[in-house]
T-cell receptor
Framework: GAGVSQTPSNKVTEKGKYVELRCDPI?????LYWYRQSLGQGPEFLIY????????DSGLPNDRFFAVRPEGSVSTLKIQRTERGDSAVYLC????????????FGPGTRLTVL | QKEVEQNSGPLSVPEGAIASLNCTYS??????FFWYRQYSGKSPELIMS????GDKEDGRFTAQLNKASQYVSLLIRDSQPSDSATYLC???????????FGAGTRLTVKP
C-alpha cells in the first residue's frame, strides 16, 4: 500500500514568511509524528498526535510552530515568522500502534529559509 | 550523557565483511529500540526493531540488545556496496511518546 506522503518536497521561503507543511500518513495509522532533521544529525522530535489530539507537543521549539490533525488523518505543520534557523528537513512518520511501536517515515520536506 | 549515542564513524568495510554498528542509551530512553537506514538525501527506512534482551535476526541483519549495559548493536553480514548509508539508532522516549535518535553512523562498503 501507499506509504507516508509529504508535500511539498521542497519549500524555499523568505525570513518572516509563514509556511505550511503537509503529511498524509499510512491509511489506518492512528499515531502521527513530526520530526526535524538537520544535516549530520538524527531526527529531532517535534510533536506526536494520537488521533486528532496532540498527545505530546513538548518538542516544538517555540510558539511559532503549531501543528493540527483535525480529522485524525492528514496533519499540517505550520511555522509562523520563519527564521533562517528553521531551515531543515521536516519528517513525518506514522505508526499503527498507540504507543511505542515502529514508525514509518515519509520522504520529508526540505525547508530553506533565506 | 546524550539519550542515544552512536559512533559517528565513518565506518568502512570491504564487500562481504561483517559491519558492526553500535549504540548506547541513557536511562531516559525506554526499552524499545530501532535501527533505521538512511541513504543520502532520503528519509530513514526501518530495518529492525528489538524489544527484548538478546539477538534478533532478519536476513543479513542481526540486532542485539543488552539492557544491563544499555547497549544496542546492529550487525550486517556479507556487506554489500548497496548497504552504504547512514545507520540511525533510535529508542523510544521514557514516556513512549516519541523516538530519540542518535546522530547516525556512516557506513561505506567498498567493492
Amino acid at each position: 500500500g501507499a506509504g507516508v506522503s509529504q508535500t511539498p518536497s521542497n519549500k524555499v521561503t523568505e525570513k518572516g514568511k509563514y509556511v505550511e507543511l503537509r503529511c498524509d500518513p499510512i491509511s489506518g495509522h492512528t499515531a502521527l509524528y513530526w520530526y526535524r532533521q538537520s544535516l549530520g544529525q538524527g531526527p529531532e522530535f517535534l510533536i506526536y498526535f494520537q488521533g486528532t489530539g496532540a498527545a505530546d507537543d513538548s518538542g516544538l521549539p517555540n510558539d511559532r510552530f503549531f501543528a493540527v490533525r483535525p480529522e485524525g488523518s492528514v496533519s499540517t505543520l505550520k511555522i509562523q515568522r520563519t527564521e533562517r534557523g528553521d531551515s531543515a528537513v521536516y519528517l513525518c512518520a506514522s505508526s499503527p500502534s498507540t504507543r511505542g511501536g515502529e514508525q514509518f517515515f515519509g520522504p520529508g520536506t526540505r525547508l530553506t529559509v533565506l | 550523557q546524550k539519550e542515544v549515542e552512536q559512533n559517528s564513524g565513518p565506518l568502512s568495510v570491504p564487500e562481504g565483511a561483517i559491519a558492526s554498528l553500535n549504540c548506547t542509551y541513557s536511562d531516559r530512553v525506554s526499552q524499545s529500540f530501532f535501527w533505521y537506514r538512511q541513504y543520502s538525501g532520503k528519509s530513514p527506512e526501518l530495518i529492525m526493531s528489538i524489544y527484548s534482551n538478546g539477538d534478533k535476526e532478519d536476513g543479513r541483519f542481526t540486532a542485539q540488545l543488552n539492557k544491563a549495559s544499555q547497549y544496542v548493536s546492529l550487525l550486517i553480514r556479507d556487506s554489500q556496496p548497496s548497504d552504504s548509508a547512514t545507520y540511525l539508532c533510535a529508542g523510544m522516549s521514557y514516556n513512549n511518546n516519541d523516538m530519540r535518535f542518535g546522530a547516525g553512523t556512516r557506513l561505506t562498503v567498498k567493492p
